[in-house]
């Protein structure tokens, strides 16, 4: 069984950095592709990023290019996502998700899901 655990939010103020941190237990990571989604208040779950598998290629929303930053670490079972530049809209859960795919993009769907962890930019 997998399980995906997030950590790292919090409050910050806008311009702030915060770096949010995903463990994920129950099997190696190498053939796994990973991503970060949040919700914000009354909007739909949005994908923020994710890392695939083959080749590391990542990718972002264009809300978030620039500012965010996906990574892995297959050794430590961990993906991490940096956030600088933070605005009062990125205000939202994050949660990180896993699923098994072997390949240089990344699917659109995940059966691994986090709890979520609260991320709240404002001043």
């Known amino acids: 069984q997998v399980h995906v655990v997030e950590s790292g939010g919090g409050l910050v103020q806008p311009g702030g950095s915060l770096r949010l941190s995903c463990a994920v237990s129950?099997?190696?990571?190498?053939?796994?592709?990973l991503a970060w989604f949040r919700q914000a208040p009354g909007k739909e779950r949005e994908g923020v990023s994710c890392i695939s598998s083959g080749d590391g290629s990542s990718y972002y929303a264009d809300s978030v290019k620039g500012r965010f930053t996906i990574s892995r670490d297959n050794a430590k079972n961990t993906v991490s996502l940096q956030m600088n530049s933070l605005k009062p809209e990125d205000t939202a859960v994050y949660y990180c998700?896993?699923?098994?795919?072997?390949?240089?993009?990344?699917?659109?769907?995940?059966?691994?899901w986090g709890q979520g962890t609260q991320v709240t930019v404002s001043s």
């Open positions: 998700a896993a699923t098994y795919y072997r390949g240089r993009y990344c699917p659109s769907r995940y059966d691994y």
């Open positions: 129950g099997s190696t990571l190498d053939s796994y592709a």
